[in-house]
């Protein structure tokens, strides 16, 4: 690294341009020019609030000679900071191979004591993983246990890398997701640097975010351009401008706005949960619960909710351990019925069955007697009837006392006759 001088005082001119205006919510603001007959720019401005992260490489391609450059580096830009507890909090992370977080947010609050550190920072030599770096910014650095301040505070987090080289690991997605959790990332290349890696990390607009240099030997001369990046007034950060839940800078001024699920009240400070119930706003297939600007949908009693968490499908209500009936369960879209098997009964409860009084008048076709047998029945008739063969009807029983003396002899004569006459045809068989 820092071998080739040979374009320095070019690139030190492109270092040096002066900012176009950035977008709301940058951190990056335009050159302040200094009041004619008044202080100058450096001395009249006063840096807002940060959480201000150095990543800084110490690969093998980093010079002994080399890191002790960037360290004067680190240290000016802290000379430039309004640091302290309150204002802005400094951490300084060292990257090679691995990653090593030298100090972090919650450590110092002065700047005596941050120069002291740094300048005990050793290089770790080996490798660029620059991914791996960034990562670790998100997930031990940023951190409110750490020193991060919560996101109530509104105070940007802002990563300064200091590179060489380029990434030997896949810093695209870990530097995207950086950015999406409110990470605003500045790239600074110097040397060899890979430029198309350092606007693959860097955070728009490019032109303010990506810086080059030509040699370690002139990296100080970024401070300059840092310290008016940062120096601006942002009514946000300075936790006097009224807004409930989110402010966005807007110049010198400006405006409030609230969190998904909430709508500015007329006051525009303050925010209301939507409801995210009302008609069309929601996609629920039956009913939409209310939830902290948020919703769910539900189903009503005896449908389920399907896999896509909003429409419904009619239960089986019948299946077993669903219902209450004793007998027969009969579905009926979502909810269901009692019955009861062949002979038997619902009771008043509609769920239980009893025995039904199988020769209850109309229950039978008996023309006389019903004879009740369990779940069944049988027909009888009256004492001087007979059961006819369709085991239903009756018919009047002929007695021997209706019988006379005269019928009588007419049948034994009869029975006479009979007789003599088999026995007349045996014989002439026989001849």
């Known amino acids: 690294m820092g071998r ?18 950035a977008p709301r919510g940058s951190a ?3 050159r302040r020019q200094p009041r004619p007959g008044g202080p100058s720019a450096d001395t009249a401005c006063k840096n807002r609030p940060l959480d201000l992260v150095f990543i800084v490489d110490s690969s093998r391609s980093v010079r002994p000679e080399e890191f002790e450059k960037v360290k004067v580096f680190l240290s000016e830009m802290i000379d430039t900071l309004d640091v302290g507890e309150t204002t802005t909090r400094v951490a300084v992370m060292n990257y090679a191979s691995t990653v090593k977080v030298e100090f972090p947010l919650r450590t110092y609050f002065d700047k005596a004591s941050m120069k002291e550190a740094v300048s005990r920072i050793e290089p770790l030599s080996a490798g660029t993983m620059t991914g791996l770096a960034i990562q670790t910014a ?3 650095v940023f951190t409110e246990e750490m020193g991060t301040r919560p996101a109530t505070f509104n105070i940007p987090k802002v990563v300064i890398v200091v590179t060489d080289g380029r990434p030997q690991d896949q810093v695209q997605d870990v530097a995207a997701s950086a950015r999406t959790a409110g990470i605003e990332i500045y790239a600074v290349g110097v040397d060899r640097a890979d430029m198309q890696s350092l606007r693959i990390m860097a955070s728009e607009p490019l032109d303010e975010h990506v810086f080059y240099v030509e040699t370690y030997g002139v990296i100080e001369k970024l401070t300059s351009r840092f310290r008016e990046t940062f120096c601006a007034v942002n009514v946000c950060a300075l936790g006097t401008h009224g807004c409930q839940q989110v402010c966005v800078s807007n110049g010198a001024s400006h405006l409030c706005d609230c969190y998904e699920g909430y709508t500015l009240n007329p006051d525009k400070r303050t925010c209301a949960a939507v409801d995210m119930c009302a008609p069309g706003r929601h996609e629920c297939d039956q ?47 979502g909810s269901y019925s009692c019955g009861c098997y062949e002979g038997y009964t619902l009771n008043p409860d509609k769920k239980s069955c009893s025995a039904a009084d199988v020769c209850a008048s109309g229950r039978h076709s008996c023309e006389q007697v019903c004879v009740r047998d369990d779940l069944f029945y049988t027909c009888d008739c009256h004492q001087g009837y007979t059961l006819n063969p369709d085991r239903k009807t009756c018919s009047r029983a002929i007695t021997s006392s209706l019988v006379t003396t005269e019928e009588s002899c007419k049948c034994e004569a009869i029975v ?14 026989t001849k």
């Open 287 to 333: 009913i939409c619960v209310r939830n902290n600007g948020s919703y769910v949908c539900d189903c009503y009693e005896g449908y389920t909710l399907n896999p896509d968490k909003k429409s419904c499908s009619a239960m089986d209500m019948c299946a077993p351990g669903r219902h209450d009936c004793a007998q027969v369960c009969l579905s009926n879209d």
């Open 28 to 30: 990056l603001r335009p």
């Open 416 to 429: 006479a006759l009979q007789d003599a006459l088999t026995s007349r045809l045996e014989a002439l068989s």
């Open 4 to 21: 080739a001088l040979g374009i320095l005082s070019c690139c030190l001119a492109l270092a040096l341009l002066p900012l176009p205006a």
């Open 138 to 140: 998100m997930e031990e």
